[in-house]
């Protein structure tokens, strides 16, 4: 039977949205989920260690942000706004696939420039809206150089900024993990999850026993995506390109509940990371393996490679509340009334919700 989307649905007083993060990482709230004893305790996320034990692995996905918002002018005068997502290394070095706002001002061969710092053409446009522009940079750089110059951090539409420029340095800071890898800026949006995470709390974690390993998940757009037919199989998943290293993929195999410990996924993004390698490959491969994710997680589905799960609260209708509803009871549909619970007790407890809120871990 179909499951309607409207199970996925649930109201948030908008003073729960976290506008900014917290004063420190590891000072969020951590709502620890037990599926076996169906018990829910709170704690902050700095008590981690508490919950994790020697022989369990955290993936977690280093994926960078880009500072990808870039402002420009039409040859007119008029203001544009251009949103990295990808590059297109077919069409030639420094050609990427954007949105650009207003973007019926810009048809296909519109230019458009910031001083001398960047100019940009429109080559082609996709069904979606998105354009492909080709860049001229100054000589020795490259739009990701001129990006990390100049651009604003792409934070998601809940988030509001009353004088972006003023706010750029923090945001640039901490919407962005600690361990994400700067020569990977290859997210448009953050891997949330893992925004918790100080260079502190995983030392502690790295004496205790806790192993970590890598994933990058190209973070797109998608992920913010609500979900608008009526039903949830009729909705086009987005898709995302994802890289495991092998030793990633060994770790998976490795480090299971049932022998050494436990395989935690630090976010969604590294749930579908792991899934789809998992449905693809029933053994670790001797090579890096990149592929697109574009497995779709819903109930009643069952999990491969995941065995606890770190993740933040998510939107009304989202992919990663169905994500997440399916990992409270893998098998059946009972997590989709269970997450309501939880979530009812979240906004009643005032957690903060979405990119730079609260934390919830499920054992």
């Known amino acids: 039977m179909p ?18 993060p917290a004063a420190r990482r590891d000072a969020s709230r951590l709502m620890v989920v037990e599926r076996e ?25 280093n994926a960078a942000v880009l500072p ?8 007119s005068g008029g203001h544009i706004e251009c949103l990295l997502l990808r590059p297109d290394a077919s069409h030639g070095d420094n050609v990427w696939w954007c949105l650009v706002r207003p973007g019926k001002k810009l048809p296909v061969s519109a230019t458009f420039a910031h001083g001398d710092d960047f100019a940009g ?38 988030i509001e900024r009353a004088d972006p420029v003023a706010d750029r340095p923090r945001d640039l800071e901490r919407y962005q993990t600690v361990y994400a890898d700067r020569a990977r800026q290859v997210a448009v949006a953050a891997p949330t999850a893992g925004l918790h995470f100080t260079p502190e709390l995983l ?10 390993a890598e994933v990058t998940l190209h973070v797109g757009l998608g992920t913010f995506k609500p979900i608008e037919a009526d039903h949830v199989e009729a909705h086009a998943i987005h898709r995302e390109l994802y890289e495991l290293p092998v030793e990633t993929q060994r770790a998976l195999f490795t480090a299971t509940r049932a022998t050494t410990g436990r395989r935690i996924a630090v976010g969604t993004t590294t749930v579908r990371s792991v899934e789809d390698f998992l449905s693809r490959h029933p053994a670790p491969l001797d ?12 109930p009643p589905r069952t999990f ?25 009871t893998p098998g059946s549909t009972d997590g989709i009334d269970w997450l309501k619970e939880i979530y009812s007790e979240a906004i009643a407890r005032e957690y903060r919700f979405f990119s730079y809120g609260d934390a919830m871990l499920i054992l």
Do not use: M, W
């Open 3 to 20: 499951l309607s989307t409207a199970l996925f649905d649930y109201s948030l007083p908008p003073h729960l949205i976290a506008q900014t």
């Open 37 to 61: 004893s169906r018990t829910v305790s709170h704690h902050t996320f700095s008590d981690l260690p508490r919950f994790l034990r020697a022989g369990d692995t955290l993936f977690r996905n």
């Open 68 to 75: 990808a918002r870039l402002h420009a002018r039409r040859p």
């Open 121 to 158: 053409t429109v080559l082609a446009k996709d069904p979606e809206g998105a354009a492909l522009i080709r860049f001229g940079t100054p000589a020795g750089q490259s739009i990701v150089d001129v990006a990390n110059r100049l651009g604003d951090v792409p934070l998601p539409p809940y």
């Open 203 to 212: 030392a502690t974690l790295s004496a205790q026993g806790v192993s970590t």
């Open 287 to 298: 090579q890096p393996h990149f592929a697109e994710a574009g497995i779709y997680i819903y």
């Open 304 to 328: 491969a490679g995941v065995d606890a799960l770190i993740t933040n609260f998510h939107q009304p209708r989202s992919t990663l509340l169905c994500l997440v509803s399916a990992f409270l």
